[in-house]
């Protein structure tokens, strides 16, 4: 067996320790004679796994007893919709900030629910910086303020929290929840689809402040509902049972490597390698405001036109795979998630110099 470096912006590499557990316990987990996935979500075994994943999230990121933690389906995308569905209606427009791909797709779809201020934005083909605080244009009776707060096409990450007052903070966190601290009370709701730095793809964490619970839109339809899912314990149907055991897993390896102070100054580590040799290199260049380049997805441009293909085949000679840019962009993109070692990052950037030499 050889496992590749997989730089794949998501669904993304997992630790190798997690996958292995998983295979360990695949036909009987802990005597249970049965795999995860054939367990009743209303059994005692599987009402063990996900108190655990709450636990330990919970240990993670510190969230504050006020806060229900969601676990919910549909992506991250599904909760687009989800959010103006259940915050609309506390008050007046909501303001959304768009500085790329992902928040464009949240304040397209609140759009279907209702009007919608765009309180800070930066041009569409011009994503490569987070708007300056002073630019921001909000609404202090918005019913709540919406961003992006790692946007994964176009490597823009926010390295500060906007104090939005009494306005609840809804942030996108789907590309970097868990890739270091975080101070949960600034947010109203954060939420991430699983498939960067938790587990598979279909499943989304909710993080909602109890306040926020019950003002759902009367065309909430039920499963959307954050209240009717909390009072739940996010099961009022069939949770992803076995999505939720891989997110257990992959918080059990965060708590036992250090938690979220250790993984920030790996991911810091990983970063400053990969940006540090694009900007002293000859051939690559990275489009985005210093301050605000992403520490979990680098875009790249190889600055001769048509070598991307073979800087590409190349990679992947060396397994070094997944690199290609998102089709909106062109270029590459390396994505730098927790399960990524260093040692990952290492082989890129050699591979990187080796390609210079040869086509710089
Ligand atoms: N938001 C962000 C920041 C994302 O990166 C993605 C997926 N790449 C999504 C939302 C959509 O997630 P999903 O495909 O799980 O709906």
Request: hydrophobic share 40%; charged share 20%; proline share 6%.
């Amino acid at each position: 067996m050889t496992r590749v470096h997989n730089f794949s912006a998501g669904p993304a590499a997992l630790p190798e320790v997690v996958l292995a557990q998983a295979q360990a316990e695949m036909l009987d987990w802990e005597g249970a004679g049965m795999s995860v996935m054939e367990m009743s979500h209303r059994g005692r075994e599987f009402g063990q796994i996900i108190s655990e994943a709450e636990a330990d999230l919970r240990t993670l990121l510190a969230v504050p007893g006020n806060y229900r933690i969601l676990f919910l389906q549909g992506g991250a995308t599904l909760q687009f919709s989800a959010i103006p569905l259940n915050l609309m209606g506390r008050g007046g427009a909501p303001d959304y900030v768009v500085t790329g791909e992902w928040s464009s797709k949240a304040l397209k779809e609140a759009g279907r629910f209702g009007s919608v201020n765009v309180a800070a934005s930066t041009p569409a083909g011009a994503h490569d910086h987070v708007p300056p605080w002073g630019e921001w244009r909000l609404d202090p009776a918005a019913a709540y303020v919406h961003y992006c707060s790692n946007e994964t096409v176009h490597g823009v990450e926010f390295h500060w929290v906007p104090e939005t007052g009494g306005v609840p903070l809804v942030a996108d966190m789907s590309s970097h929840l868990l890739s270091g601290p975080l101070d949960v009370s600034r947010f109203g709701l954060i939420y991430a689809g699983a498939q960067k730095n938790i587990g598979p793809a279909g499943l989304v964490i909710v993080i909602v402040r109890d306040d926020l619970l019950g003002g759902a839109s009367p065309q909430c339809p039920g499963l959307l509902d954050y209240k009717l899912n909390a009072d739940a314990g996010s099961m009022p149907n069939t949770p992803a049972t076995y999505s939720i055991y891989i997110a257990g897993l992959v918080f059990k390896w965060l708590l036992a490597g250090g938690g979220l102070t250790a993984i920030d100054r790996a991911n810091d580590e990983k970063a400053r390698l990969l940006y540090d040799f694009i900007d002293s290199s000859t051939l690559y260049t990275n489009p985005v405001a210093i301050p605000d380049r992403s520490r979990m997805n680098v875009p790249f441009m190889l600055r001769r036109p048509g070598l991307d293909d073979g800087f590409l085949a190349g990679a992947e000679a060396r397994g070094l795979v997944q690199l290609r840019g998102h089709r909106s962009l062109g270029g590459m993109r390396a994505s730098l998630y927790n399960a990524m070692p260093i040692e990952g990052v290492r082989a890129l950037v050699e591979y990187m110099r080796e390609f210079q030499t040869q086509h710089g």
